[in-house]
Nanobody
Framework: QLVESGGGLVQAGGSLRLSCAASGRTFSSYAMGWFRQAPGKEREFVVAVNWSGGSTYLADSVKGRFTISRDNAKNTVYLQMNSLNPEDTAVYYC???????????????????WGQGTQVTVSS
């Protein structure tokens, strides 16, 4: 089970840190990803990290602003979001994949487990 937290309302230019806590099993061998879905839009890839945290993959729209990290001892993944803008408003989901091909980590179908999502709202 994956449970996201840390969402909320923030002004443009502000920051938020989302957390994704895993329970029921260890995800230390899984790659982890964050996706988001804005109102009226399809869910889109945001960022992924490999099992060790040593390699990360970001969507162009968040490069330079978002950072993903993980603490396997705590079975938790973090998404640090800086310089937020209204276009970042969405429900953010974390997900876990056992897939080993990082080229596929931007695809939702690659993921085995999903959280319920946390709302992030950025006001202008």
């Amino acid at each position: 089970q994956l449970v996201e937290s840390g969402g909320g309302l923030v002004q443009a230019g502000g920051s938020l840190r989302l957390s994704c806590a895993a329970s029921g099993r260890t995800f230390s061998s899984y790659a982890m990803g964050w996706f988001r879905q804005a109102p009226g839009k399809e869910r889109e890839f945001v960022v992924a990290v490999n099992w060790s945290g040593g390699s990360t993959y970001l969507a162009d729209s968040v490069k330079g602003r978002f950072t993903i990290s993980r603490d396997n001892a705590k079975n938790t993944v973090y998404l640090q979001m800086n310089s937020l803008n209204p276009e970042d408003t969405a429900v953010y989901y974390c997900a876990a994949t056992s897939g080993l091909d990082s080229r596929l980590w931007s695809h939702q179908s690659e993921y085995d487990y999903w959280g319920q999502g946390t709302q992030v709202t950025v006001s202008s």
